[in-house]
């Protein structure tokens, strides 16, 4: 595809329950990156991954948040239990190498009630 | 934590005009990107510059980067209206070469008046 791509839009869930939300990145991108934007804030790193494997998880903020890169190309993020406190725009980004321009998919909109 | 911190957090000019808008960080950086997000989605990437760079231009963009005061200005000239929106300026380090996640600062809201 041309650009990054996330799917759902928007998601709305319940208090507790698990949601997955997935990242396409450019093709032939290896590097991945998951942020986290509140309302009035800037994007807030999670995790990045280099090919298949997470070079660094150091923003995700507990043991409920977890992400996974099987094939070195889409990736999902996976929300276990969900909080209030989790809604948030989650935005993907990808870069063809580590230390270059990352592209932004326009992310989902979680919420959840 | 978030490392940049633009000014002024809002700017209002009449199209035409130049909008210069400010950013500082704290840390030694590898590179610094501004990036242009409309109505809270998408991130729309405008510029990269490297920390051993001191100017970039791209279109009506100015980009300057001072690494000894660890600041950074983004120049739009000839403003429009469309390019109401709000911009961040994002730092990437780069510790012995592992990483290059992104930090960004809050953001700076531009509008541009008719």
């Known amino acids: 595809g041309a650009g990054v791509s996330q799917t759902p839009s928007n998601k709305v869930t319940e208090k507790g329950k698990y949601v997955e939300l997935r990242c396409d990145p450019i093709s032939g991108h290896t590097a991945l990156y998951w942020y986290r934007q509140s309302l009035g804030q800037g994007p807030e790193f999670l995790i990045y991954?280099?090919?298949?494997?997470?070079?660094?998880d150091s923003g995700l903020p507990n043991d409920r948040f977890f992400a996974v890169r099987p094939e070195g190309s889409v990736s999902t993020l996976k929300i276990q239990r969900t909080e209030r406190g989790d809604s948030a725009v989650y935005l993907c980004?990808?870069?063809?190498?580590?230390?270059?321009?990352?592209?932004f998919g326009p992310g989902t909109r979680l919420l959840v009630l | 934590s978030q490392q940049g911190e633009e000014d002024p957090q809002a700017l209002s000019i009449q199209e035409g005009e130049n909008a210069t808008m400010n950013c500082s960080y704290k840390?030694?950086?590898?590179?610094l990107q501004w990036y242009r997000q409309n109505s809270g989605r998408g991130l729309v990437h405008l510029i990269l510059?490297?920390?051993?760079?001191r100017e970039k231009h791209s279109g009506r963009l100015r980009v300057t980067l001072d690494t000894s005061k660890k600041s950074s200005s983004l120049l739009i000239t000839a403003s429009r209206a469309a390019d109401t929106a709000s911009y961040f300026c994002?730092?990437?380090?780069?510790?012995?070469?592992?990483?290059?996640?992104?930090?960004f600062g809050k953001g700076i809201t531009l509008s541009v008046r008719p």
């Open positions: 510059i490297r920390s051993n760079e």
């Open positions: 980004a990808s870069s063809l190498i580590r230390g270059e321009t990352q592209y």
């Open positions: 840390t030694s950086i590898n590179n």
């Open positions: 994002a730092t990437a380090t780069d510790a012995a070469g592992a990483n290059s996640k992104l930090t």
């Open positions: 991954f280099q090919g298949t494997g997470a070079a660094d």
